[in-house]
């Protein structure tokens, strides 16, 4: 069983950076693909990035792709989202979430764990 806990997140203005991390319990942390998806009031939880196991290979939204990048540190067992020029339209609960091995890493039901997400608010 893994347990994932998110930080990082607040409040921060149009056009700054927040970096996200997700703390993972357990010993399988390192091999598990890990995503990052975020859900706005009112929308369907939506993919942000993706990280395979051994951090080689990344993924993003379209709409994220050379703002946010996302690592691994497999020592300590930490995922991060570093976002910069951010957006109001970035507002959303942030959740980390990892599974065994992803075949659709941008599918939320590919995923076995998930965070209790952190709010990121940006306002313009």
């Known amino acids: 069983q893994v347990q994932l806990v998110e930080s990082g997140g607040g409040l921060v203005q149009a056009g700054g950076s927040l970096r996200l991390s997700c703390a993972a319990s357990?010993?399988?942390?390192?091999?598990?693909?890990m995503a990052w998806f975020r859900q706005a009031p009112g929308k369907e939880r939506e993919f942000v990035a993706a990280?395979?196991?051994?951090?080689?290979?990344?993924h993003y939204a379209d709409s994220m792709k050379g703002r946010f990048t996302i690592s691994r540190n497999n020592a300590d067992n930490t995922l991060h989202l570093q976002m910069d020029s951010l957006k109001p339209e970035d507002t959303a609960v942030y959740y980390c979430?990892?599974?065994?091995?992803?075949?659709?890493?941008?599918?939320?039901?590919?995923?076995?764990?998930w965070g209790q997400g952190t709010q990121v608010t940006v306002s313009s």
């Open positions: 979430a990892g599974t065994a091995s992803a075949r659709y890493f941008s599918q939320r039901s590919e995923y076995t764990y």
């Open positions: 357990g010993s399988s942390f390192s091999v598990l693909d």
């Open positions: 990280i395979n196991w051994g951090g080689a290979r990344t």
